[in-house]
């Protein structure tokens, strides 16, 4: 076995003269791997923290970890929107240990009783008298999170002070996929938070979300049981072929966005014919067309078209993944190479009557979650994996070459998962994105 | 004794009956005797639901959770869950029902209202996780036994961590 001695360099081949890409599985178990993902990528990107639809008005907070960080996100008294991190200045302790809360004036850390207001102002510090002239009350505010930025409602931190600036980071092709998914409508974080886990690497995650290759396999009672007792689908599953799609120049299918983000569909103005799309009209058809009609009206038939059509499945580098088609926003964090814990949203517009929104969340339970119809059964994939991994030093690599050389036979390409990959390996080894991500 | 009477129909329930229907309940789960468990719901008022871990006392047409079975998908899940593609649960998990503090609440309406405390252990791959919570059922009394109409487990658990999924019955 190669000794990386916590070095990536060399734990990936990419030969795409030849088709051939491969990762070393030390990447999945390696502490030291894990140490420089801390450093160099989670440490040095803007990451996925909430929206703000789940603390909408002044003095409403949650709390929650984000790269490895207890964080409070806030609105705060003044109607600004501020990530702070969750320690008090005095000793460390926590100063908010609700998961959610309204109406909140303070943040008091029952510690010694030190006392911040919603915007992260040290208010308060009982028998301040004992501390000297040099003691800067001012100074000793709860500390905000180095960088935060809202875009459209969705909340990114970065814990590096010289990072990029979102737009940047993201590029052009990402800010339009997840404009085109923030589309829909003025939108919202349904109540209901899916806060579980796996006993397996992150990376596995990445890849598990956008892979079409393992759906009809992993998934399969998902097209042989669930969508035929919903009176939908045809039992075909995404291996069936897809018509091939017009030559009319237009961007279709798996797309490297730049920097690491991925998506395994451009959106288009085809005609939506997503399951989602199939589902609501099934069993909120009339709703549906309502809905549809104030997209229309909104953004043009063709827009509305695209937006409904949605995006498949997408990665904003490093950990956050949406998946359109079912309206799910998730991110996950390593506290282990062989452990993550994993949080799962369902993103749906306001403009939703009842019945529609009853029909998304039937939908989203159909697959998504830790209790749904497909789900379970990637947690145990992924799990099942990092115990294969336990052969790293007799089996070294995995292989994700499907589709390289622009081979498009024999259903889905693993494109997207290289994507990633060169992403990652640039970052971990010169600290910089990847020049070119594609094929 | 603890005892519930539904004056209308003069029903009077037990807290020793409903027990024992609880453990004969937790049998069948146990023995992934899951075709007659279904049986035990109504065909027509039957639901299953568990509330995400974050909203326990939130409602499934508006809320996000993590089971929100009808008839049709719960008739779903049992198929799958005894298909041999459910991965999740093929080799099947080992689990364990234990129930608690059975309380007999009184009645809504026709349904004799139930609330349990349990502790569910999954054992799969070497790892033993507990699922905490309570239940609650809404019975329907048919023909000397209950049928279920509403059988909602909510978890005490703050995040499934390290569980990572519900694939059996809780």
């Known amino acids: 076995m190669p000794d990386f001695g916590g070095n990536a360099a060399g734990l990936i081949i990419d030969d795409r003269e030849s088709g051939i890409f491969r990762v070393h599985r030390s990447a999945f178990i390696d502490d030291d791997i894990l140490k420089l993902e801390r450093e160099r990528i989670f440490d040095k990107s803007w990451l996925f923290a909430g929206h703000i639809s789940e603390f909408p008005k002044p003095g409403d907070f949650i709390t929650r970890n984000v790269g490895g960080r207890p964080i409070i996100l806030v609105t705060s008294d003044d109607g600004e929107i501020r990530a702070l991190m969750n320690t008090c200045r005095h000793r460390g302790n926590l100063v908010c240990r609700e998961h959610k809360g309204s109406n909140a004036e303070v943040f008091r850390c029952f510690y010694h009783g030190w006392i911040y207001n919603t915007r992260g102002e040290l208010k308060g510090i009982p028998g301040e008298e004992a501390y000297s002239e040099a003691f800067d009350r001012e100074s000793l505010g709860l500390e905000p999170a180095p960088k935060m930025h809202n875009h459209r409602g969705c909340i990114f931190i970065s814990f590096d002070p010289d990072m990029e600036d979102f737009e940047s980071y993201m590029g052009p092709d990402a800010l339009m996929v997840i404009d085109n998914t923030l589309n829909l409508g003025d939108m919202e974080f349904v109540e209901g938070h899916f806060k579980y886990s796996m006993r397996a690497n992150w990376k596995l995650l990445v890849e598990n979300s956008m892979d079409g290759y393992h759906a009809a396999f992993t998934h399969e009672r998902f097209f042989t049981h669930w969508l035929p007792s919903m009176g939908l689908g045809g039992g075909g599953g995404p291996m069936t072929p897809q018509p091939t799609p017009p030559n009319d120049g237009k961007r279709r299918g798996a797309q490297p966005m730049g920097n690491g983000h991925v998506t395994t569909a451009w959106p288009t103005s085809d005609r939506p014919i997503s399951g989602q799309a199939s589902y609501l009209e099934k069993f909120a058809g009339a709703e549906l067309e309502q809905f549809r009609e104030g997209l229309v009206k909104k953004h043009g038939d063709e827009n509305a078209r695209m937006i409904e059509g949605r995006a498949g499945n997408y990665l904003i580098f490093p950990n956050l993944l949406i998946i359109d088609g079912w309206c799910v926003f998730r991110t996950f964090y390593p506290t282990s190479p062989d452990y993550m814990e994993i949080s799962g949203w369902a993103a749906m517009p306001k403009e939703d009557s009842p019945g529609l929104r009853k029909a998304r969340l039937d939908w989203y339970l159909g697959f998504q979650g830790p209790g749904g119809f497909a789900t379970p059964d990637d947690v145990e994939g992924l799990e099942g994996c990092q115990m294969g991994f336990a052969t790293h030093k007799e089996v070294e690599w995995s292989d994700i070459s499907r589709g390289m050389k622009g081979n498009t036979k024999g259903g889905p390409t693993e494109l997207q998962m290289r994507v990633f990959w060169r992403e990652w390996e640039a970052r971990l080894t010169t600290g910089q994105h990847a020049e070119y991500t594609g094929d | ?170």
Do not use: C
């Open chain 2, 1 to 170: 004794m603890a005892t519930a009477t539904l004056n209308r129909e003069q029903v009077t329930v037990t807290r020793q009956e409903i027990e024992e229907w609880l453990y004969a309940e937790a049998e069948m789960l146990d023995t992934w005797n899951l075709n007659e468990w279904l049986a035990l719901f109504d065909e027509e008022r039957g639901s299953f639901y568990i509330p995400a871990t974050d909203a326990p006392y939130s409602d499934h047409n508006t809320a996000l959770f993590l089971i929100a079975d009808d008839m049709p998908k719960l008739k779903s899940r049992v198929a799958q869950l005894l298909s041999g593609v459910t991965w999740a649960e093929n080799p099947q998990s080992r689990t364990r029902h234990m129930i608690s503090n059975v309380r007999i609440k009184g009645w809504e309406d026709d349904m004799l209202i139930v609330k349990a405390n349990f502790v569910v252990y999954r054992m799969r791959f070497q790892n033993i996780d507990p699922y905490i919570g309570e239940y609650t059922y809404k019975l329907l009394p048919r023909n000397g036994s209950f049928k279920i109409a509403e059988r909602r487990a909510i978890l005490d658990l703050e995040a499934l961590r390290p569980h990572g999924k519900v694939s059996f019955i809780v």
